[in-house]
């Protein structure tokens, strides 16, 4: 027969109430005796003290198998509890704080006896006889029970300190059943009245009765804080435990229960130690409950006025910031949180691995910087620590300096700590201890850090990776994270990587519920340019997923699936649509405010080419059938997103009928002038984009208020970047323009002050624009051109900062930006402005050049007929003429009437003569299209070929201009009725 412990003197004699004074240690040697082998490993512990207890079972002194104490010690020990004397057993392991349990049995002799026991009763009658350790004891988890990685992790949350009180895997309910029944039958046996609460009702009975005991005016604040420690052990009991308890603290009849704690435990905080407050914090951690401002407040205000965070060893810390990080939408003030850092900072010589781990991730959940001599310390004690580290604890460190991001005190802690883990983090993957999540994590939180890691790093990733995918469940998410992960880093993995994801996904996509297929598997192309499955492998197996489903799909999934594809800007199959269509109809009911905007913005982004225009008509009509429901729902955001939806909606397909009523306008402007304090600048954005797009004049009071929300946001910003992002800027600009708003006298003073602001908006994002910003901002301003003279109200400080704008955004322009950016200038003349220089000019014409292969007729005879209007000084190379020549000339037969005019006008302002090749094609191409040509067109083409000093008109062409002249010239504008009078004069056309 194997000993427990042979420090511990055999004994079997004592009277039952000898036995009850006795001491953890004492009562445990009492139970060394002799018992037959198999009847040991079937008695529980809460047999063997119920039968020690009462003195009167064959069973009293059972000696307890090793086998099974080392069971039990994994479950983080038993408690239980003599309903008439209030003895307390604690069976922990070997590790056990020492001075945790004497402080533990100190608080508890404070605790009023009636009130001790009747906490002893609940406890029991809620755990029974498999009760966790009582706080003050420690035990770590077996190193396969060690979460630290990742956020947002079901099951695998890090619901207990490391090193401090609680926690066990959860048992399912049929498990703990067996049990149940076992311990119940022996407890029969030794005639004990107590028994384990397997049922909802025992357990509400026993929930009854602790809300009962917080209202006795005898209670003190060591017993309120085992009230709540008991919740936390029921809580960790079983699945059906922990929902059994959160229920109770979440529902209505229950808050009176916290209400009551509230109200009598803060009054006495100062009461308790150093120790026990901590506890608190550590109670409300594992209930996941954020205790209340005034909790909060009085909590900190007695540890500063006792000092009692300069008592906290490294454990008590590693609690405390473990607690932080898991109530992060407490109030915890910065002063304490720069206190408990600089508690941290003095006792990190001893801080074990964990506490160095918990340090940082509490932080960073609550936002909170630590100084740059805190993680220093810290560094230091990652450093010391490192080699001791799990995959978790690793995960969960470069996850958190993730999260600080270059906002940590220098380089010095980077450079120091992160060489020290990309070892450890080697060492450890070379064991294949990192799963799918970790290995996610750590390469996300890299890329946030922006450090390139080694290729040699790379490779050893991408290999774990594929390693661990075959027998990991993956999720979307890690899916997508890996990708974006990758995209961030600038990194182009290896084929077997994309074949190893492309197989998860194909494992999971038959099989998935349906909130997964509702998230998008658009990451390959969203992320990744070196995808090497095809896009239409990906686009049939998503869709053919949600066909199979949609019938038993909830509004929210069939919201996530369109949303899905409006995000990846991916066109839906026709059997998508029919399917989704008719999901739609089916859920419409019970669609919510947000639902509905997301699935009008994703059918404003994929819809179009696929819908007709009578079924647009009638999802829009159950679309504002369900509006009108939840109207009452629509904050501006959804209004502001909708509205863009509509104007993406509206196509020439629809023919006159818009997709926007009376009864949405006038909702949307009501709420945009009573939200006008929540309007940001994407939604001024979008708001102007869509209602110009839509041909919607803004209400008067609607438009006061975008004028007035533009300049405060403008003026309270008074760094260096501004609020508006350059795309909005441009938006919002062009919206103005193309609703022929005057904004010189629109709301005096309003509009002045509204321009200065743009413009000093403008510079300040100087170095962000983009060609394709340049190029809207300059056809606004060129709109504007035909109403007032905007050159002479553009401030000069704007104009240098335009210059030095576009020369920058030219080398990157496309085919299209070149041609509005050069359009405009030559609408505005800007040569007799400071908006060109020589230097933006030559910038422009490389960028023409450099496009001008890529160009469609409209932008290349727009771009040569801006250059044009720039004055005939303007330096135009002869090798762009030249191969504007040959380009033009392969797509002449494309030129529309416009365009073939234009082109011999910016010809002629240039004093470029055509190359006859190129006039021999104008002129067929004329005389195949010459009875779409207006009066405007015809004044414009003789007027060049005057210009240039053409003498002689072919007699083909010289009948069907006169012919085509005589039937046009009613429309023709008295603007050009003197050129066209000199043009027939120089061709001798008037005889």
């Not at 414009?940 to 201009?961: G, H």
Request: glycine share 4%.
């Amino acid at each position: 027969m194997r000993e427990f412990g042979s420090e511990h003197p055999r004994s079997t004699s004592g009277s039952a109430e000898e036995r009850a004074g006795m001491g953890g240690a004492d009562l445990l040697s009492w139970l060394y005796v002799r018992v037959d082998e198999s009847t040991a490993q079937r008695v529980s512990l809460s047999c063997i003290i119920a039968a020690f207890v009462n003195g009167s079972s064959p069973l009293i002194g059972v000696r307890i198998a090793p086998r099974r104490l080392h069971t039990m010690c994994h479950r983080r020990a038993h408690v239980v509890a003599r309903k008439d004397c209030g003895v307390v057993f604690s069976s922990a392991g070997k590790d056990v704080g020492e001075e945790n349990r004497a402080k533990y049995a100190v608080s508890q002799t404070k605790m009023p006896r009636s009130i001790k026991q009747r906490l002893d009763e609940i406890e029991f009658q809620m755990l029974g006889s498999r009760k966790t350790a009582p706080y003050g004891t420690t035990h770590p988890r077996p190193p396969h029970q060690q979460t630290f990685a990742g956020e947002n992790r079901s099951m695998r949350q890090l619901d207990v300190p490391p090193g401090a009180a609680g926690g066990q895997e959860l048992e399912s309910d049929a498990s703990m059943d067996t049990e149940v029944t076992h311990e119940n039958g022996y407890a029969r046996e030794l005639n004990d009245p107590l028994r384990v609460a397997n049922s909802g009702a025992q357990r509400m009975l026993a929930f009854q009765q602790l809300e009962q005991l917080v209202r006795d005016d005898s209670v003190d604040s060591v017993s309120l804080a085992r009230s709540l420690k008991v919740l936390v052990r029921a809580s960790r009991l079983s699945r059906g435990h922990g929902r059994a308890v959160h229920q109770f603290l979440e529902s209505k009849k229950s808050s009176s229960f916290l209400n009551t704690w509230y109200a009598k435990m803060i009054p006495h905080l100062s009461e308790l130690d150093s120790f026990s407050l901590v506890s608190l914090l550590h109670s409300f951690g594992a209930l996941q409950i954020a205790p209340s401002r005034e909790f909060v407040a009085k909590w900190e205000q007695v540890v500063r006025e006792t000092g009692s965070l300069n008592e906290l060893d490294e454990k008590s810390l590693a609690t405390a910031f473990w607690a932080i990080g898991r109530n992060r939408t407490a109030a915890y003030s910065k002063d304490i949180l720069q206190a408990l850092s600089n508690r941290f900072e003095k006792v990190s010589a001893q801080a074990s691995d964990q506490c160095v781990t918990l340090f940082l991730w509490s932080l960073t959940q609550v936002m909170f910087v630590p100084s740059a001599s805190n993680l220093e310390a810290w560094s230091v004690a990652f450093v010391r620590n490192a080699s001791v580290m799990n995959a978790d604890a690793l995960t969960k460190v470069v996850d958190s300096l993730g999260r600080l991001g270059k906002v940590n005190a220098g380089s010095s802690v980077e450079e120091r700590v992160m060489p020290v883990w990309f070892a450890a983090w080697e060492e450890t993957v070379s064991k294949d201890r990192f799963d799918v999540i970790d290995l996610c994590a750590c390469l996300n939180a890299i890329s946030k850090l922006a450090i390139r890691p080694s290729p040699e790093w790379l490779e050893k990733w991408t290999q774990a990776f594929e390693r661990q995918v075959p027998t990991s469940k993956v999720r979307q998410r890690e899916l997508t994270m890996s990708l974006s992960a990758l995209h961030r880093l600038q990194v182009s993995p290896p084929p077997s990587f994309f074949r190893a994801w492309y197989a998860a996904l194909a494992r999971h996509l038959p099989s998935l519920p349906e909130q997964m297929v509702a998230f998008a598997y658009w990451g390959p192309w969203k992320y990744s340019s070196e995808w090497h499955i095809t896009q239409q492998e990906f686009v049939e197996g998503f869709q053919s997923a949600f066909v199979d489903m949609s019938p038993s799909m909830n509004a929210q999934q069939v919201s996530d699936c369109i949303w899905a594809l409006g995000k990846a800007n991916m066109q839906p199959s026709r059997a998508f649509m029919d399917a989704w269509l008719v999901a739609f109809e089916r859920v419409q009911d019970r669609c919510s405010a947000q639902q509905l905007c997301a699935m009008l913005w994703a059918m404003g982004k994929c819809s179009r080419a696929v819908l007709a225009p009578a079924e647009q008509a009638s999802f829009l009509d159950l679309w504002y059938a369900c509006f009108e429901r939840e109207e009452s729902g629509f904050v501006l955001n959804f209004y502001s997103m909708c509205l863009l939806s509509f104007a993406r909606l509206q196509t020439e397909d629809a023919g006159e009928v818009s997709p926007l009523r009376d009864s949405f306008v006038k909702a949307f402007e009501d709420c945009f002038v009573a939200e006008s304090a929540s309007i940001n600048s994407q939604i001024l954005a979008n708001v102007m984009h869509a209602c110009a797009k839509l041909h919607l004049m803004p209400r008067a009071d609607m438009l006061r208020v975008w004028f007035d929300r533009f300049v405060e946001l403008a003026e309270t910003d008074s760094s260096r970047a501004s609020v508006f992002k350059p795309q909005e800027l441009s938006m919002q600009l062009w919206g103005l323009a193309k609703l022929d708003i005057d904004i010189r006298t629109i709301y005096d003073p309003t509009a002045p002050a509204f321009l200065d602001s743009w413009c000093s908006c403008f510079e300040r994002n100087a170095g962000l624009f983009q060609g394709h910003h340049v190029a809207i901002i300059m056809w606004a301003f060129a709109h504007w051109s035909h109403s007032f003279d905007i050159k002479s109200i553009l401030p000069e400080s704007f104009q240098v900062a335009w210059r030095t704008e576009c020369a920058r955004a030219a080398s990157s322009m496309s085919p299209i930006s070149v041609s509005q950016t050069l359009w405009p200038l030559g609408r505005l003349e800007a040569a007799t402005m400071s908006l060109v220089s020589p230097q933006l000019m030559n910038a422009l014409l490389d960028a023409f050049a450099r496009c001008v292969k890529r160009m469609d007729s409209q932008e290349m005879v727009n771009s040569l007929w801006g250059c044009a209007r720039m004055g005939p000084h303007l330096d135009f190379p002869d090798t762009l003429m030249i191969d504007w020549f040959y380009h033009a000339s392969k797509n002449l037969p494309s030129f529309n009437p416009h365009e073939l005019s234009n082109s011999l006008y910016a010809l002629a302002r240039l004093q470029r003569a055509p190359t006859e090749s190129f006039l021999s094609l104008w002129m067929r191409c004329f005389a195949v299209r010459k009875s779409e040509f207006s009066a405007q067109h015809l004044v414009l083409a003789l007027w060049a070929l005057a210009t240039l000093e053409f003498r002689i008109l072919p007699d083909d062409f010289r009948r069907d201009w006169c012919r085509q002249f005589i039937r046009s010239n009613e429309t023709l504008s008295s603007d050009y009725l003197p050129m066209a009078v000199s043009s027939m004069k120089h061709f001798d056309i008037l005889r």
